[in-house]
């Protein structure tokens, strides 16, 4: 574990902040990039990501306070040392990061809604991918002790405990890489039926499938431990029902409407 990553006098660098940072620049970049190539404009880019990464940021930790009240309190002085009190809910920041891609679509109505969350995916996992690594280093995110060799010692801790941000961040960089092959590829696919959307559903699907597993290693209170498992599955059968409607549901659709017309001109 390395906590700080250096020291500049008296001011430390945390490891959790500096990796944060690095990933905000990387995905900012990414979605600049992206956006500006699907043609929205530079103006309307840069105030969506303004609003990413706050509102990302905010709920990340207004979430993960909510799921730890007994650490935090009403002491609000805590809620924002990252430093001192670490701690950011991966689900909250996705959670935020829709809210205001809705916003945005609804507000913008232009963007194409699809085709937007795509190339959001994929530009948002360096972000995911370096916040986990933060957090890895930092500690705070606690595994379920264990005696397997994979075991890590964490900061103030006298038993092993399983590595679970280092395992999401592996498996991020694994659905990173995956999801940028798919990218040349899926459109040539023909059982896919839709357009766009393949991208973002797959990043959800996938995020929610790991997450699934890696609820039954993190050491959560009780209730929130099943709430997460009940929440992640739910959410898993939810993305696999929306993604075979996208990919069968219109071909379906319109054999359907084909029989119905075929069927009124024999009437006829």
């Known amino acids: 574990m390395m ?20 990933g905000a620049f990387l995905s900012s970049f990414l979605i600049w990039r992206r956006l500006r190539d699907l043609g ?47 701690g950011l809910s991966f689900w909250g920041a996705l959670l935020g990061f829709g809210l205001v891609l809705l916003f945005f679509v609804k507000r913008q109505k232009q963007w194409p809604f699809w085709q937007v969350a795509d190339e959001l995916s994929l ?12 957090c890895f280093f930092d500690g705070c995110s606690l595994g379920k ?40 590829r899926w459109r040539l696919w023909s059982w896919y039926q839709s357009k766009d959307g393949f991208i973002s559903l797959a990043f959800l699907g996938l995020l929610t499938g790991f997450n699934f597993a890696l609820a039954f290693w993190r050491d959560s209170p009780l209730y929130l431990h ?16 929306i993604f075979y409607w996208r990919a069968y549901g219109f071909s379906l659709r319109r054999k359907h409407g084909q029989k119905k017309q075929t069927s009124k001109q024999t009437n006829h």
């Open 3 to 22: 906590p700080v990553v250096f020291s500049l006098g008296k001011i430390n660098f945390y490891s959790l902040g500096v990796f944060l940072a690095i």
């Open 40 to 86: 929205v404009k530079e103006d309307k880019v840069i105030d969506f990501l303004l609003a990413i990464i706050f509102f990302g940021l905010v709920n990340s930790r207004l979430v993960y306070i909510a799921t730890h009240f007994g650490q935090f309190g009403l002491a609000l002085s805590t809620w924002w040392l990252f430093g001192r009190y670490p």
């Open 123 to 134: 530009a948002l996992l360096p972000l995911l991918i370096l916040s986990q690594a933060g």
């Open 145 to 184: 002790p264990t005696s397997m060799i994979w075991g890590i010692y964490l900061p103030g801790r006298f038993l092993r405990r399983q590595p679970v941000s280092l395992f999401a961040t592996v498996a991020l960089f694994l659905i990173w890489t995956l999801l940028l092959w798919a990218e040349r």
């Open 226 to 241: 099943w709430l997460e498992i009940v929440l992640n599955g739910s959410g898993l059968v939810a993305m696999a029902g």
